[in-house]
C-alpha cells in the first residue's frame, strides 16, 4: 500500500488537478457515480478515483489537455509505455492504471450522453483480453434460443424488445424512442434520434413482426404511445430507459441458464452481434432480403455511422481464420 501511495502522490497534486479539462473531469465523476450505484466498495471507489486522476494528470502534462474522448490507440500506447518507463511501474500496475481508464471509456462508450463510438484502449497491444468490458458476440442460434424461450413464457415485451434490437442494429436509447402506432403495417419506425443528432427510421424484419403482434396483443388497449410499457390497467406507465437495460440484463441471465455456462454478453452485445452476423453471412433476414451477406459499406449505412472504420471496429477481428483458410494451416 506504501508503494502505491508514493507513486500516486508524486503525480497528483491539487495546484495540477484545477487545470484539467472540465470535461475530463465531469466523465470522470460520472463515471464514479455509476459504479457508485453498483454498490461497490469505498475502497474500490478511490482506488478507481486516485488512478483516474492520474491518467487525466498525464494528459493535461503530455497530451495538451485533450479530451480523453478523442485519444486514439497511440495515445494510449504511449500512455502505457509513460507507466513503466518514467513512473517505473510494474506492469501488473500499469495494467490496473489502464483496466480502469478502459472501464471509464466503456462507459461512455456504452453512454448516449457521450459521443463515443470505439474504446481504443482495447486495442492497446499487451492489455489483457478479458477487459472489463468486451463484447461477446451472440450467434443467430442464440438469439433464436433466447426468444423461444421468451415465446414459452410469453414473455413478449422482452422477446420483442430482443428483435428490435437484434433486426435494426439500433442502439438502446434509439430502440427506446419506438411509437407502437402503425409498426405492424410496415417495417420501418418513427424517426429516432441516434448520436450526434443524427434522424432516422429503425428498420425490421419478420420475427420482430412476430413479437409485435404478440406483445400488442398481449399489451391491450392505452393511450401510451410508446412502444414500451410496464404494469397492467390503471397501472400501466412508459417504461424507463433504465427498464430496458434491466430486461437486457434478464435476457443475458437466460441465456446462460439455456446454455449452463457463463456467457457475458451485455447490451452493447446485440448492436455488435447484428453487425457481424450481417457481415459473416449468418443473420437470418439475410435469406428474407436474398443476400449472401452485407458488405462493410452497407453496414455502415445500416449503423448509421460517420466513418466506416467506425464499423470495422465493430465486427470481430478475423485475421487469423482468414490467414488459416488461404494458407490451409492451424492458428491456435
Known sequence: MAERGRVYNRIFN?????LVLEDNKILMEDYLLEI??????QSTLDQYKNDLRIILIYILKKLDNKSILELNKKHFRNMSLWMIEEL???????????????????????DDDYEYDVNFTGKVKGLPKEGVRDIYFLTDEQIAKIREYLREHEDYAKMCLLDFLYDSAGRRNEIHQIFKEGLLEKNYTNIVIGKRGKKFPLIYFSRTKESLALWLNQRGEDNIESLWVIGKGTNKKEASYGTLYDW???????LDKLEDCNIPFNPHSLRHSSLENLSNGTHYVLKEIGKVKLQLNELKYFAHHGDISTTNAYLKNNESSILAETFGIEIK
Open 14 to 18: 491539487e495546484s495540477e488537478w484545477k
Open 36 to 41: 457508485r450505484s453498483q454498490k461497490k466498495k
Open 88 to 110: 517505473g511501474q510494474s506492469n501488473a500496475r500499469a495494467n490496473r492504471l489502464m483496466s480502469a481508464t478502459r472501464s471509464m471509456l466503456s462507459f461512455a462508450e456504452d
Open 248 to 254: 437486457i440484463v434478464s435476457l443475458a441471465d437466460i
